[in-house]
């Protein structure tokens, strides 16, 4: 029976009614109606709703379905005996993100069992990053068995105004109801409280989180009841006006009025007893005889009798009596357990260090995911985050869980913060940074930066290491691969932080580092060699130095095809051929470059009829860069927008499943996907596909701009094509504004590489602003824009002469525009030719194709000799219509060298 008032927020309580999410439940009511194993995760905010929804599908569900909350400390024995079930079984596991262990264990077991059994997994977390990979990409049987699995983030319950004010007063009516029902509060007139709330909370939430709500409803309710407690000053500290710290003032009332009927206040202070609460909710659900120890660790109760401990727990297990064989639960929701954990370790850090000395990994775990979550506190946020700190720093061992609570919880700052301190101090071992390292997820745009981080200390370390080894005349063999295994490492961090300059340092001497290997270990080293040369192309290609990267990328291939290929081998081929090809197309060689690529794209498919679930990204990435260099070729359009479409269609999956790894692919995808649409004629389609690009890439750049904007700028280039084509020029303006302005400023910031790229956004810009008949600022563009297309020349003679032609052909119109005497010699001294407008595509720039170009001057000869013949007839003399038609000729020639770029 329900003692307490927290208990009635509590989701499983079913206090409050379900409200809403109808559209969802009824797809989760189809996916359980399907025979087999199905799995489903829904994510979201703590209070969005999410165990209640799980509760509300489980109710709706038919009779003869088993509904198995799984138990946290279950073993994993008796997981079989769940796949054998003759009955249809929902399984839930909530906090799924802290039990990966045991969603494999199940996954497993029902794998083993092999029989057809309607099994439904449906696993709550609050958010699907970093674990949710892991997930995935550390067990076999959970790739292949969540493969299809459905991914939903739930959204607010109560978006607006007026459907808060609906769950504010349902939530206050039903209340009303239920307080009516607890033992210490049955005196009050709960329905008579209830009449005088409005019809709206006197606060607007926002987006409403429904436990928002809820907590709020049910504090007005308990403040009408005990006016005294509104003008009582926080115990916690806090300004009380929060949901949460308003809801904590009766909480607390609550606790000291049951510790005086039990005899323990005022002999113990309410601080040591909140204290206990504390520690018991820190460490979690204990058994009876491990609760006596637990409590020693409270300063208050260290030097108490037994029986008085004794009678502490008691008291605690009144309050929130435990499940099964625990002594106690912990203060539900999570949202109130976190903020009053926030308030006792910002006033009292020495708990969590006495708590986690000597703790099992499990325990630590707990404590610091609640630490975590406390310490996005606005006001004790600092303070907290200084604690963890030096709690983590103190206690080296706790690192590896710590690790695991950032990949996690939904803002793991005070984590990271809290072991870069950490990785920073003299003595951590290099053994534990290896480890910790090596528990990175490959991608991630959370832990990025801390990545490089650990991975240039690691580098550090081993530099050391190696030193001394020399010094001491010792074999160097392995401390130079592990070495060369750090500098390949944070080479591969460095550049998904957009450090490339950096990157590529590291990749040398990495490169150096395995080549010193060689004469002794030549075949040995030929794999790592490989590899080592692949990245390096990459880099290279980043900061545009194309034949340099084109060299390393054929060392690469060549390496790799006079290995003994397995599926593995044939894998790192097919992705070291779509390195080549991307070299290869940059410096002007397409020929062959679309050789490459249909071999990658054979291999690729090839390897997916054998293992779909394995290489469908690396598929995705061969067709991408297949149509790539099709679209080139004039007789292969059809096919290179098929294999574009065919690579969007997989990358949407993949991002659905891991967006924190595949939304940067998607967006790129995306990006070739329009230009290809564009050329087709197919403009709706087109606009759309860039549209999302852009929305995209504008969210990756918030997150890690040094990484994305140079993406993000690349898209709002072709953003401004396609609006303009549209119609919209002053929005295409807008648009290649930003990307100039984006562009600026990462070279300013010394990003090298983005030269052709601001080159090309001038250009844009300059012809957009000669659309609006705004010459003074196109000619500012454009002469920008020629400087650095002057200097590319220079350095590239083979790769920018034909955009610098059209550079100065836009120039030579905007100077006839601006009424100038005459132009420029340098102008006049270019060969001009009908320039070709140009998109961004990946990062290479693509022309109008020569199949286009020759459509466009048959219409233009059929168009002067039709007037030349229409003139004849009409009787009008032969040298008049001559020169009418070649005045026509010439307006078309001028409206397509001012077209865009």
């Given at each position: 029976m329900l003692s307490s008032p927290a208990g009635l927020l509590h989701a499983r309580e079913v206090v409050v009614p379900f409200q809403g999410r109808t559209q969802l439940l009824e797809q989760m009511r189809v996916w359980a109606g399907q025979q087999g194993f199905g799995a489903w995760l829904v994510h979201g905010p703590g209070g969005q709703g999410k165990t209640r929804l799980a509760i509300q599908l489980a109710e709706e569900l038919p009779e003869n379905w088993v509904t198995l909350w799984l138990d946290p400390d279950g073993p994993a024995s008796s997981l079989p005996h769940l796949a054998?079930?003759?009955?249809?079984?929902?399984?839930?596991?909530?906090?799924?993100?802290?039990?990966?262990?045991?969603?494999?264990?199940?996954?497993?077991?029902?794998?083993?069992?092999?029989?057809?059994?309607?099994?439904?997994?449906?696993?709550?977390?609050?958010?699907?990053?970093?674990?949710?990979?892991?997930?995935?990409?550390?067990?076999?049987?959970?790739?292949?068995?969540?493969?299809?699995?459905?991914?939903?983030?739930?959204?607010?319950?109560?978006?607006?105004?007026?459907?808060?004010?609906?769950?504010?007063?349902?939530?206050?009516?039903?209340?009303?109801?239920?307080?009516?029902?607890?033992?210490?509060?049955?005196?009050?007139?709960?329905?008579?409280?209830?009449?005088?709330?409005?019809?709206?909370?006197?606060?607007?939430?926002?987006?409403?989180?429904?436990?928002?709500?809820?907590?709020?409803?049910?504090?007005?309710?308990?403040?009408?009841?005990?006016?005294?407690?509104?003008?009582?000053?926080?115990?916690?500290?806090?300004?009380?006006t929060d949901a949460e710290e308003r809801f904590l003032r009766h909480e607390r009332r609550?606790?000291?009025?049951?510790?005086?009927?039990?005899?323990?206040?005022?002999?113990?202070?309410?601080?040591?007893?909140?204290?206990?609460?504390?520690?018991?909710?820190?460490?979690?659900?204990?058994?009876?005889?491990?609760?006596?120890?637990?409590?020693?660790?409270?300063?208050?109760?260290?030097?108490?009798?037994?029986?008085?401990?004794?009678?502490?727990?008691?008291?605690?297990?009144?309050?929130?009596?435990?499940?099964?064989?625990?002594?106690?639960?912990?203060?539900?929701?999570?949202?109130?357990?976190?903020?009053?954990?926030?308030?006792?370790?910002?006033?009292?850090?020495?708990?969590?260090?006495?708590?986690?000395?000597?703790?099992?990994?499990?325990?630590?775990?707990?404590?610091?995911?609640?630490?975590?979550?406390?310490?996005?506190?606005?006001?004790?946020?600092?303070?907290?985050?200084?604690?963890?700190?030096?709690?983590?720093?103190?206690?080296?061992?706790?690192?590896?869980?710590?690790?695991?609570?950032?990949?996690?919880?939904?803002?793991?700052?005070?984590?990271?913060?809290?072991?870069?301190?950490?990785?920073?101090?003299?003595?951590?071992?290099?053994?534990?940074?290896?480890?910790?390292?090596?528990?990175?997820?490959?991608?991630?745009?959370?832990?990025?930066?801390?990545?490089?981080?650990?991975?240039?200390?690691?580098?550090?370390?081993?530099?050391?290491?190696?030193?001394?080894?020399?010094?001491?005349?010792k074999n160097q063999s392995k401390a130079r691969s592990r070495l060369a295994q750090a500098l390949s490492d944070l080479s591969h961090r460095l550049f998904d932080v957009g450090r490339w300059d950096e990157a590529l340092e590291s990749n040398s001497e990495c490169l150096a580092v395995v080549r010193r290997s060689a004469p002794k270990h030549a075949w040995g080293v030929m794999p790592e060699m490989a590899s080592i040369l692949n990245n390096r192309s990459r880099f290279l290609r980043q900061l545009g130095k194309r034949e340099e990267a084109l060299a390393a990328s054929r060392q690469a291939v060549d390496i790799q095809r006079r290995l003994e290929n397995d599926d593995l081998g044939r894998q790192i081929l097919a992705g070291m051929l779509n390195n080549l090809c991307?070299?290869?197309?940059?410096?002007?060689?397409?020929?062959?470059?679309?050789?490459?690529?249909?071999?990658?794209?054979?291999?690729?498919?090839?390897?997916?009829?054998?293992?779909?679930?394995?290489?469908?990204?690396?598929l995705a990435m061969s067709l991408n860069n297949l149509s790539v260099q099709l679209s080139e070729l004039p007789a292969s359009s059809d096919e290179s927008l098929a294999a574009i479409r065919e690579t969007v269609?997989?990358?949407?999956?993949?991002?659905?499943?891991?967006?924190?790894?595949?939304?940067?692919?998607?967006?790129?995808?995306l990006n070739n996907l329009s230009?290809?649409?564009?050329?087709?004629?197919?403009?709706?389609?087109?606009?759309?596909?860039?549209?999302?690009?852009?929305?995209?890439?504008?969210?990756?750049?918030?997150?890690?701009?040094?990484?994305?904007?140079?993406?993000?700028?690349?898209?709002?280039?072709?953003?401004?094509?396609?609006?303009?084509?549209?119609?919209?020029?002053?929005?295409?303006?807008?648009?290649?504004?930003?990307?100039?302005?984006?562009?600026?400023?990462?070279?300013?910031?010394?990003?090298?590489?983005?030269?052709?790229?601001?080159?090309?956004?001038?250009?844009?810009?300059?012809v957009g602003f000669l659309e609006l008949e705004r010459p003074s600022e196109a000619l500012d563009a454009i002469s920008e824009c020629i400087a650095i297309r002057e200097r590319l020349v220079a350095a590239y003679p083979g790769a920018h002469a034909e955009e610098l032609q059209q550079s100065f052909a836009v120039l030579r119109n905007i100077e006839l525009l601006l009424g100038r005497p005459g132009i420029s010699d340098r102008t006049w001294r270019q060969r001009l030719r009908p320039p070709q407008p140009m998109r961004l595509t990946g990062l290479i720039l693509r022309p109008e194709s020569r199949k286009q170009q020759r459509r466009r001057l048959v219409r233009q000869v059929v168009f002067g000799v039709a007037l030349t013949v229409i003139g004849v007839m009409v009787g009008i003399p032969m040298y008049v219509t001559i020169i009418c038609a070649v005045a026509a000729a010439s307006l078309a020639v001028l409206a397509m060298v001012t077209r865009r770029v």
């Open positions: 054998a079930t003759a009955r249809p079984l929902l399984v839930v596991i909530d906090y799924s993100e802290a039990r990966t262990t045991q969603v494999v264990d199940l996954l497993q077991a029902v794998a083993r069992h092999g029989r057809v059994a309607t099994i439904k997994l449906l696993m709550l977390a609050r958010t699907a990053d970093d674990w949710w990979k892991g997930l995935l990409a550390g067990s076999r049987t959970a790739e292949t068995m969540l493969d299809s699995a459905h991914v939903t983030e739930l959204g607010p319950l109560a978006p607006d105004a007026e459907s808060q004010g609906e769950t504010y007063r349902t939530a206050v009516d039903t209340f009303a109801r239920a307080l009516g029902h607890l033992p210490a509060w049955r005196h009050h007139d709960w329905q008579l409280l209830a009449s005088r709330l409005p019809a709206h909370p006197r606060n607007d939430f926002g987006p409403g989180v429904a436990l928002t709500l809820h907590m709020t409803a049910l504090a007005d309710l308990l403040e009408l009841a005990e006016p005294s407690l509104v003008s009582e000053p926080d115990p916690g500290g806090g300004d009380g609550y606790w000291a009025s049951t510790a005086k009927a039990a005899g323990l206040h005022p002999a113990l202070s309410m601080k040591t007893l909140t204290d206990a609460l504390a520690t018991a909710f820190l460490a979690g659900s204990v058994e009876s005889r491990d609760a006596d120890a637990l409590l020693r660790l409270v300063a208050g109760l260290s030097d108490q009798p037994q029986d008085r401990r004794t009678q502490v727990r008691d008291w605690m297990a009144s309050l929130y009596p435990g499940a099964g064989s625990g002594t106690w639960d912990v203060l539900q929701p999570d949202r109130l357990l976190e903020v009053f954990i926030g308030q006792k370790l910002s006033d009292a850090p020495e708990l969590a260090e006495r708590l986690v000395a000597g703790a099992s990994p499990a325990r630590v775990h707990h404590m610091l995911t609640f630490y975590a979550r406390a310490a996005v506190h606005p006001v004790r946020g600092a303070g907290l985050r200084v604690n963890i700190g030096s709690l983590i720093v103190r206690h080296p061992p706790v690192m590896t869980q710590a690790l695991q609570v950032a990949t996690q919880v939904e803002r793991p700052r005070a984590i990271l913060e809290a072991l870069t301190r950490a990785v920073r101090a003299s003595d951590v071992s290099v053994h534990r940074l290896a480890e910790l390292a090596g528990q990175l997820p490959e991608s991630s745009q959370k832990l990025a930066p801390f990545a490089v981080e650990i991975a240039q200390r690691l580098v550090d370390m081993r530099r050391s290491e190696m030193e001394l080894r020399r010094r001491n005349r991307i070299d290869l197309r940059l410096i002007g060689r397409r020929d062959e470059a679309v050789e490459a690529a249909r071999e990658a794209v054979a291999i690729h498919r090839r390897l997916a009829s054998k293992s779909r679930d394995a290489h469908l990204p690396g269609t997989i990358k949407r999956e993949l991002a659905q499943l891991l967006p924190d790894a595949h939304l940067p692919d998607l967006a790129g995808a230009c290809e649409l564009g050329e087709h004629g197919l403009r709706e389609e087109s606009l759309a596909a860039i549209q999302e690009a852009v929305e995209i890439r504008r969210l990756l750049a918030a997150d890690l701009p040094d990484a994305h904007s140079s993406d993000l700028a690349q898209s709002l280039q072709n953003l401004s094509v396609e609006l303009s084509q549209a119609g919209f020029r002053e929005e295409g303006l807008e648009a290649v504004g930003e990307c100039v302005d984006i562009l600026r400023a990462q070279m300013g910031a010394g990003v090298k590489g983005l030269g052709q790229h601001l080159a090309t956004g001038l250009h844009n810009q300059a």
